[in-house]
C-alpha cells in the first residue's frame, strides 16, 4: 500500500502512515474539519522510489490544485517526541513535477542533521525511522497559528495558550514574525490583535474537544480562511508538560514540593524503588513529628505539602526548616504559595496539622535528649552511631536457608528496621543544628562565605573517607596507570568483572563502598560493585592530577587547616563584639566540626538493608525469568510488592505491565527539567515568580562553599562518562554522593539545584572548591569548553 486517502489513516497506523498523517486521520473522523488530502506511505519510502502514477491519481482527486507537502515520519508527532520543524514541509506546491519533487524532498529531510541530532537526543533508532509524507489541499488563511490546550509556559491545565498571526501559520511555528499571544482563562476578554472574542472562543471548544478525543493536552495547528472557516491542520500531544499531579476529591488546590533532589536524584524513580523510598522517607518524617504524604508524579518524588501550608502553626516555621535541605529555590516557591490566598489558613488548622502538632509533641522529648547529648559528647555520639550502623549492616544480611522466590518473598515482607534510627538519627540532626545556627548568631558580625570556611575540610564524613580512599587507589596504580588512562571506563569494568584485570585493590574499595552508586536510593539502579565503570572513570580523572597539591588529600587537609585557622579567628573577634553570642557560637561551630560530617553516615547505612532487598529482589526476578513471566531479572524493579506476589504466587505473567513502565521511564529519563514545586493543576509554580534582574553574562546562585575560580566548563550528565581534566568547573543539574568522586579534581562547582547543608555543596567545602548551588538552566546555559569565574562568596558565575 503506497497512497491511501488521510481519511482511512487511524492511530494504528503509524508504522506505515507516520504520526502526524495518523493524528489527521483522527480528526476526520471524529468530524473536524480538516483539509482534504492523501498519505505516501512508509512503504514507498522503504522502496525508495515514489509512486508516481499512484500519486498523480490521488493529486487529480484532489482537483490538481495547489497543495501542502509535509513529513509524516513514524517517530513524529508521539507523546514524547514532537520533531516539531525538524523535518520539511513544502507549501503551495502546484503541478506533478513540483509534487513529486516536494515528496522527494520531505524524504530527504529525514536525514538531515537538525534531525538526526534530535533522534539522537531522544535515543530513537536511526535505522527503525521510516517518512510518510502527506499531501492537503492547499488552505490561504487570513490568520493562522497555534493553540496549546494546556499552557506550555506553567504547566497550567485550566489554560490554553494561542499566538497567531495574519497569513501563513508558517510565520508562527517558524518565529518569523511578531505573534498575537493569548492566554485563555475563563475570563471574557475584548476583541484584540488578529483574533477576535469569537475566534477565541472558537478555539478553546475546539481545543477541548480534541483534548477530549486524544486524551491529553493537544499543540494544535489551525487556519481560518476568508469565509471564517477553521481548519485544523494538525493536532499532537504537548511533550514538554510535567505529569499532572494525581488527582483528589479535595475542592482546594494543593501543592507539591520536590523531594528527590535532597538525595541528589531529579532522575525518575523505578515502580519498585519508589515504593521503597516513599514509605522511608514517610517514616523518616514520621520521626521527626511531619505527616506528609509522599506522591509519584512524573517518578519522581513530591511530598504534599498543603496542610502545613494551610496550618496555621506549621506555616509560620515552614519556609525556615527548609533551608538545612531543600534550599533557597524551593524557600522561594513555598514563600510564593504561603502568600496564594488560596493556601491561606484554615481556622483552627486541618485535622491533620493538629495531628502533626500532637505527633511534633510527642517527638520533642526524644529530639531534644539526643540532641543535647551529641552535642554535649560529640565523641560518644559518633561512636555509637558507628556502632549502630554496623549493626545495621550485619543485620541487613539475609538468612542462608533461602531457597525459594517464597522464601526470599516471604524475608523482604517481614523485614525491620530495628530500634538503631535514634543512635543514628539524632547526632546527624545535631550537627545540621550546629552548623546552621551560627550564621544568624553572628549576622552583622560574619558574612556566609566565613561561616562557609569554618565548615571545609570536615571530619567523620564517609563520603570524604570514600573518596579519598579511590584516590589512594588511583595513586598505588603504578604499572597499570597508562591502561587506566587509555582504555574505556566500560571496558576496564568489564575485564574487572571477568576476573582478567590487574589487582590495583579495587576489590577491597568495592567491598567497603560496592553498595554505592549514583541515585542509589533507588532499588532499581545498579551499586558499583555490579557496574563499577563510574569508579572506573573517577580513576581515570584522578590519574590526570599531575600536580600534588591539587590532589584531594592535599586539598582536603589544606582546607581542614584554614578552617580551623578560620574558626580562632572568628571566635575571638565575635567574642570581642558580641561576648556572649561569640561565645555560643564559638561552642556551635566547634560542635559543628565534630559533628555536621556525619551527615552522610545516615544515608550510607541505610544503602545496606537496600542492597541486600536488591539482592534478592533479582533472585525472585531470575527465578521468574525462569518460568517465562518477566524477559530478564531486572524487569522486577518495575512491579511492585504485591505484583511481585501474585507472580510469585499465582503465576501472574507481568511482562506487558513492564514493558509499559519501561517506556516511560525510559521518557522521563530524557527529561532535563523537573519543578520544584507543582500546583494540583499542574502549574510549575518557579514559572510564575517574579523574574530575577538579569545581568549581562552573570548567572546568580547561592554561594555555598567559598573562594573563587576561573576555569573551563564541563557540563557533566553522567558521571559514568565524565572525563575531567583539573581545573575543570563542574556544571551539573543536581548532586548526590555517587558524583563526589569527580569533585578531587575538578576547580569549582555549579549546580542547578541544592541546598547549603546538601551532599554536593558539603563536599564541595571539605575539599575546598567554590560552589554555586541554585543556577536555574545552568547546564543548558553554559556549555563545555567555555571559560566561566565562579565566586563562591557571591553567589555568581561570569561566562566569558
Not at 512503504?43 to 497543495?67: D, I, M, N, Q, S
Not at 510518510?132 to 499552557?151: D, H
Not at 588512562?485 to 574487572?496: F, G, I, N, Q, S
Not at 541544592?754 to 554536593?760: D, E, F, V
Request: include cysteine; aromatic fraction near 4%; hydrophobic fraction near 45%.
Amino acid at each position: 500500500m503506497h497512497v491511501i486517502a488521510l481519511s482511512e489513516a487511524t492511530a494504528d497506523m503509524i508504522n506505515l502512515v507516520g504520526g502526524k498523517a495518523a493524528g489527521l486521520g483522527e480528526m476526520i473522523r471524529h468530524g473536524e474539519r480538516v483539509p482534504a488530502g492523501f498519505c505516501v506511505t512508509t512503504e514507498a519510502h522503504r522502496l525508495g522510489v515514489v509512486p508516481t502514477a499512484e500519486v498523480v491519481a490521488a493529486y487529480e482527486r484532489l482537483g490538481a490544485g495547489p497543495v501542502a507537502v509535509r513529513s509524516s515520519a513514524t517517530a513524529e508527532d508521539l507523546p514524547d517526541a514532537s520533531f516539531a520543524g525538524q523535518q520539511d514541509t513544502v507549501l503551495n506546491v502546484t503541478g506533478t513535477a513540483e509534487l513529486i519533487a516536494a515528496i522527494e524532498k520531505c524524504w530527504d529531510s529525514l536525514h538531515t542533521d537538525r534531525a538526526t541530532a534530535y533522534r539522537d537526543a531522544r535515543q530513537i533508532d536511526h535505522q527503525a525511522v521510516r517518512m510518510a509524507v502527506v499531501v492537503q489541499r492547499m488552505i490561504t488563511p487570513t490568520v493562522a497559528g497555534v493553540l496549546f490546550t494546556a499552557n506550555p509556559l506553567t504547566g497550567r491545565r485550566d489554560e490554553m495558550a494561542i499566538d497567531a498571526a495574519p497569513g501563513l501559520g508558517t510565520t508562527v511555528v517558524d518565529g518569523a514574525a511578531t505573534v498575537d499571544h493569548y492566554v485563555l482563562d475563563g475570563m471574557t476578554r475584548n476583541d484584540t490583535g488578529c483574533l477576535t472574542s469569537t475566534h477565541l472562543a472558537r478555539l478553546r471548544t475546539t481545543g477541548e474537544r480534541l483534548q477530549d478525543h486524544f486524551g491529553c493536552p493537544q499543540d494544535v495547528e489551525w487556519a481560518i480562511d476568508a469565509d471564517d472557516v477553521l481548519w485544523l491542520l494538525q493536532s499532537r500531544p504537548i511533550t514538554s508538560l510535567f505529569p499532572l499531579p494525581p488527582a483528589t476529591d479535595k475542592p482546594l488546590p494543593r501543592v507539591y514540593l520536590e523531594f528527590g533532589h535532597v538525595q541528589g536524584m531529579l532522575q525518575p524513580v523505578t515502580p519498585m524503588g519508589m515504593a521503597t523510598l516513599r514509605a522511608q522517607i514517610t517514616a523518616m518524617l514520621a520521626a521527626l513529628g511531619v505527616r506528609v504524604e509522599i506522591v509519584d508524579i512524573g517518578g519522581r518524588l513530591y511530598g504534599d505539602l498543603t496542610d502545613l501550608a494551610r496550618s496555621r502553626s506549621s506555616r509560620r516555621r515552614l519556609i525556615k526548616l527548609m533551608a538545612v535541605d531543600f534550599g533557597p529555590r524551593a524557600q522561594a516557591v513555598m514563600q510564593h504559595v504561603l502568600e496564594d490566598p488560596r493556601f491561606a489558613p484554615t481556622s483552627g488548622g486541618t485535622g491533620r496539622g493538629a495531628a502533626q502538632g500532637a505527633a511534633s509533641l510527642r517527638t520533642a522529648g526524644r529530639a531534644v535528649v539526643g540532641i543535647v547529648r551529641a552535642l554535649a559528647r560529640p565523641e560518644t555520639a559518633r561512636i555509637r552511631m558507628f556502632e549502630a550502623i554496623e549493626q545495621m549492616r550485619v543485620r541487613s544480611a539475609a538468612p542462608d536457608d533461602l531457597r525459594t522466590a517464597a522464601d526470599r518473598l516471604r524475608f523482604l515482607q517481614a523485614r525491620d528496621a530495628g530500634d538503631s534510627a535514634d543512635a543514628i538519627m539524632w547526632p546527624i540532626v545535631a550537627g545540621m543544628l550546629a552548623a546552621a545556627l551560627p550564621a544568624a548568631l553572628l549576622k552583622g558580625v560574619a558574612g556566609p562565605d566565613e561561616i562557609h570556611a569554618v565548615l571545609g575540610g570536615m571530619p567523620h564524613n564517609v563520603t570524604i573517607d570514600m573518596d579519598l580512599t579511590l584516590w589512594r587507589l588511583a595513586q598505588g596504580a603504578g604499572d597499570h596507570r597508562q591502561l587506566l588512562l587509555d582504555t574505556p571506563p566500560d571496558e576496564v569494568a568489564a575485564r574487572y568483572l571477568r576476573g582478567t584485570l590487574p589487582d590495583i585493590g579495587m576489590t577491597a574499595f568495592l567491598d567497603a563502598y560496592g553498595h554505592r552508586g549514583v541515585a542509589e536510593v533507588d532499588l532499581g539502579v545498579p551499586r558499583w560493585a555490579e557496574d563499577p565503570t563510574p569508579v572506573f572513570a573517577a580513576l581515570a580523572n584522578y590519574l590526570r592530577v599531575t600536580d600534588p597539591r591539587q590532589g584531594p588529600d592535599q586539598r582536603f587537609q589544606r582546607a581542614a587547616a584554614a578552617a580551623e585557622t578560620a574558626l580562632e579567628e572568628l571566635v575571638t573577634r565575635t567574642r570581642r563584639r558580641r561576648p556572649v553570642r561569640g561565645r555560643f557560637a564559638g561552642f556551635l561551630l566547634r560542635r559543628a566540626r565534630s559533628l555536621a560530617g556525619l551527615r552522610e553516615a545516615g544515608k550510607f547505612a541505610g544503602l545496606y538493608p537496600l542492597r541486600e532487598t536488591r539482592r534478592q529482589l533479582l533472585l525472585i526476578g531470575a527465578d521468574l525469568t525462569g518460568l517465562g513471566l518477566l524477559e530478564q531479572p531486572d524487569d522486577i524493579m518495575f512491579l511492585t510488592l504485591d505484583e511481585v506476589h501474585t507472580a510469585v504466587h499465582q503465576n501472574v505473567d507481568h511482562r506487558g505491565v513492564v514493558t509499559s513502565r519501561r517506556a516511560v521511564h525510559r521518557r522521563e529519563l530524557r527529561r532535563r527539567s523537573v519543578p520544584v514545586a507543582l500546583l494540583s493543576d499542574g502549574t510549575d509554580v518557579e514559572t510564575v515568580l517574579p523574574a530575577a534582574p538579569a545581568n549581562d553574562g552573570t548567572l546568580v546562585g547561592v554561594g555555598a562553599s567559598a573562594g573563587r575560580v576561573t576555569g573551563p566548563a564541563r557540563v557533566v550528565h553522567d558521571p559514568a562518562t565524565a572525563h575531567i581534566e583539573p581545573g575543570d568547573v563542574l556544571v551539573v543539574a543536581t548532586t548526590d554522593p555517587g558524583w563526589t568522586p569527580l569533585f578531587l579534581t575538578a576547580a569549582a562547582l555549579i549546580s542547578e539545584t541544592g541546598a547549603i547543608m546538601a551532599h554536593g555543596p558539603t563536599v564541595a567545602r571539605e575539599y575546598g572548591i567554590p560552589a554555586v548551588i541554585c543556577v536555574p538552566d545552568a547546564t543548558r546555559t553554559i556549555s563545555t569548553g567555555q571559560l566561566v569565574t565562579v565566586d563562591g562568596g557571591a553567589g555568581t558565575i561570569t561566562v566569558h
